[in-house]
């Protein structure tokens, strides 16, 4: 059983930076990739970034240049900086990984970027 728990949601005005954290449990963190996924109020679900066991990233277009995904595996933990952030960027954020095949997701932390 995998579980992950997103920590560093809030409310910041726009250009503002935060940084999401997401601790895993279970042994396999350090031979699996990770990724942030983010909800919008009406929308679907959509990929943010992803980081693979060997560090490659992937980021969704919309967030190149302003966020950055990264993992410690001493800690069982996955970040996501959020930096220069606009107001469309408010959304619950969905900490994910895949083992076996299962889709593991986190309970979400809300950003909220308004002034």
């Known amino acids: 059983q995998v579980q992950l728990v997103e920590s560093g949601g809030g409310l910041v005005q726009p250009a503002g930076s935060l940084r999401l954290s997401c601790a895993a449990s279970?042994?396999?963190?350090?031979?699996?990739?990770m990724g942030w996924y983010r909800q919008a109020p009406g929308k679907e679900r959509e990929l943010v970034a992803t980081i693979t066991s060997f560090g490659r990233k992937n980021y969704a277009d919309s967030v190149k240049g302003r966020f950055t995904i990264s993992r410690d595996n001493a800690k069982n933990t996955v970040y996501l900086q959020m930096n220069s952030l606009k107001p469309e960027d408010t959304a619950v954020y969905y900490c994910?990984?895949?083992?076996?095949?299962?889709?593991?997701w986190g309970e979400g932390t809300l950003v909220t970027v308004s002034s």
């Open positions: 994910h990984t895949q083992v076996y095949g299962v889709d593991y």
């Open positions: 279970g042994s396999i963190f350090s031979s699996n990739g």
